[in-house]
């Protein structure tokens, strides 16, 4: 069964990417509302639908932890993805000022066993962990979404330009190719993301569009600097800690997915119950683009 553009009613915009929109949308067979991914390609048929191919792993395994897969096709060159609607959006709309240390912890929690999850049972790595492919729901689900499953759409990807925000691992600035890209890069990307979320602020330089001097400033500093660390006044020695370990700079010496489920940091609010859906609705409420707006 193949899903095409014709079985869909468009509804919003939900956001913009480097490689094409995300809608929402309603899928009229099923009666689902899905979020539908455009990637603007330049690939001859052949390269789609290995692509297509590829995807369909997906179909095969789900967690409660990665955004589900509805199928994908494609249009002339660009491919349109389908997956789970998340109706409270990105992380990096709702960790306004900061999130506390509690709510932290719970989405930690979910993105480490998203990303073990990735691994285990896809043997992927994600590739490009950030908060806003960190999608939430407003029943305070935290879930990934944009893992690398399809090799060809990770190499056509890679060929196009990197963001104004760096989540690259240092080795991955100087290594560049796709053989020094592994699992411990993601945990660096994890790190530096919680730090983003805990604190309200990406932590390195940001240029101005294609500024390319502020650019290199950025990445220098990834590379060269010391890395980045939460304050001590609003977060635990635990929590601090478990940053700091992923944000070592040697690879080899950032913990495993398993280590990391163990740290004290997770197993502190293990038994805890934090309202995540009162969170979830609390921020999407006060959300960073709705405030620009009025
Ligand atoms: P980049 O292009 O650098 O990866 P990005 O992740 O923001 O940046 P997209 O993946 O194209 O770009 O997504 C654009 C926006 O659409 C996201 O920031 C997110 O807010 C929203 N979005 C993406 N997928 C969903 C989804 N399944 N449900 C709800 N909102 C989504
Ligand atoms: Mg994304």
Redesign the pocket.
């Known amino acids: 069964y193949k899903i095409n553009m014709d079985e869909f009613e468009l509804l919003e915009e ?9 809608q ?1 949308v309603f899928h009229k067979p099923t009666n689902v509302t899905m ?1 539908m ?1 455009e990637i603007r390609l330049e690939l001859d048929e052949a390269k789609l639908n290995q692509i297509l191919m590829e995807l369909d792993i997906l179909h095969q395994s789900q967690s409660s932890y990665i ?1 589900d897969f509805y199928g994908a096709f494609f249009i002339e060159t660009c491919v349109y993805y389908c ?5 409270a ?2 992380l ?2 709702l960790y306004g000022e900061g999130v506390p240390e509690d709510v932290l912890a719970k989405i930690t929690s979910a993105m480490v066993k998203g990303l073990k999850f990735l691994k285990d049972s896809l043997k992927i790595i994600h590739r ?1 962990v ?1 908060p ?2 960190v ?1 939430v729901n407003r029943e305070g689900e935290v879930k990934l ?2 893992f690398g499953v399809s090799g060809q759409l990770i190499q056509s990807l890679a060929k196009t330009n990197i ?1 104004c925000q760096s989540y690259m691992a240092p080795e991955r600035i100087h290594g560049g190719d796709a053989s020094t890209y592994t699992v411990q890069s993601d945990v660096w990307s994890l790190g530096l993301s919680m730090l983003e979320l805990g604190t309200g602020k990406y932590p390195y330089p940001v240029p101005d569009k294609n500024e390319r001097v502020g650019l290199f400033a950025q990445l220098s500093a990834i590379v060269q600097g010391d890395p980045p660390c939460l304050p001590e006044d609003n977060f635990s020695a635990e929590c601090r800690d478990f940053v700091a370990q992923c944000l070592n700079k040697k690879p080899q010496n950032r913990p495993t997915y398993a280590q990391l489920l163990e740290h004290p940091f997770l197993k502190k609010y293990e038994d805890v119950d934090v309202d995540m859906k009162s969170w979830a609705e609390q921020a999407y409420s006060s959300r960073k683009d709705l405030l620009k707006q009025s």
Do not use: H, P, R, W
């Open positions: 939900l956001g913009k990417g480097q490689y094409g929109t995300v929402k979020a991914k955004v997956m789970e609607y998340m109706d959006g990105s990096d709309k490009d950030k806003t492919n999608l979404c944009d963001g």
